[in-house]
């Protein structure tokens, strides 16, 4: 079962480049989400999608962008890289229909902006 | 504002031990609350927790939720080196969810 799935596992960027971290899952979950997560601290809420063409901004959307063209997949888009955006990367999923279910996780995107 | 506030931030026990972790919340449109583990990857799932008094168990770890305190607690008895891990509370409202900082639980032989 590959649940969802996280590229690249590690980058390094330079200041102003961009890159797409890509997430796929393969549970057919209608809820996705991108969390970053700062050394010792929780997981921060990017972006979330409640279906395929719906996205809406989560508690620190400046400087990222996703799409949602389709169920399996919810790309996060950096446009220009800042040192702030060093950071590991999470991509989350979940079904909302019918009973509670927890978020599956991936396994994270390291990214470091130098 | 929404804020999800775990304590301790950090705990050392030895083997054998029993911890307590809290995790308190004020958030708006709640929906369950859920307790992950981290160890060096991603969360793993532990439990989800949306009625207040029930608690749930699994092997030594258990959780329990007040909805009118607006607090859960995890405990982990006779803990294990294997348990040393960040101990994460999150509060799913309804379209999201929110992450407290965590609990750093470090197990010593």
């Known amino acids: 079962n590959a649940g969802v799935t996280q590229t690249p596992k590690f980058r390094i960027l330079k200041i102003g480049q961009s890159m797409t971290l890509q997430c796929t899952q393969d549970?057919?979950?209608?809820?996705m989400y991108w969390y970053r997560q700062d050394p010792g601290m929780g997981l921060k809420l990017i972006y979330y999608s409640v279906g395929a063409g719906i996205t809406d901004k989560g508690e620190v959307p400046n400087g990222y962008n996703v799409s949602r063209s389709t169920t399996e997949d919810f790309p996060l888009r950096l446009e220009l890289a800042a040192p702030s955006q060093t950071s590991v990367y999470f991509c989350?999923?979940?079904?909302?229909?019918?009973?509670?279910?927890?978020?599956?996780f991936g396994d994270g995107t390291r990214l470091s902006i130098l | 504002e929404d804020k999800v506030v775990q304590s301790p931030l950090s705990l050392v026990v030895h083997e054998g031990d029993t911890v307590t972790l809290n995790c308190s919340y004020e958030?708006?449109?709640?929906?369950?609350l859920l307790w992950y583990k981290q160890e060096k990857k991603a969360p793993t799932f532990l439990f989800m927790l949306t009625s207040s008094g029930i608690e749930k168990k699994s092997g030594r770890l258990s959780s329990i939720l007040d909805k009118k305190e607006l607090f859960s607690i995890l405990n982990i008895t006779a803990t294990q080196t294997g348990d040393s891990a960040v101990y994460l509370c999150a509060v799913e409202r309804v379209n999201d969810m929110r992450f407290g900082a965590g609990t750093r639980l470090t197990v010593k032989p």
């Open positions: 989350a999923s979940t079904s909302k229909t019918g009973a509670h279910q927890p978020q599956h």
């Open positions: 958030v708006t449109n709640f929906r369950s």
């Open positions: 549970m057919n979950h209608n809820y």
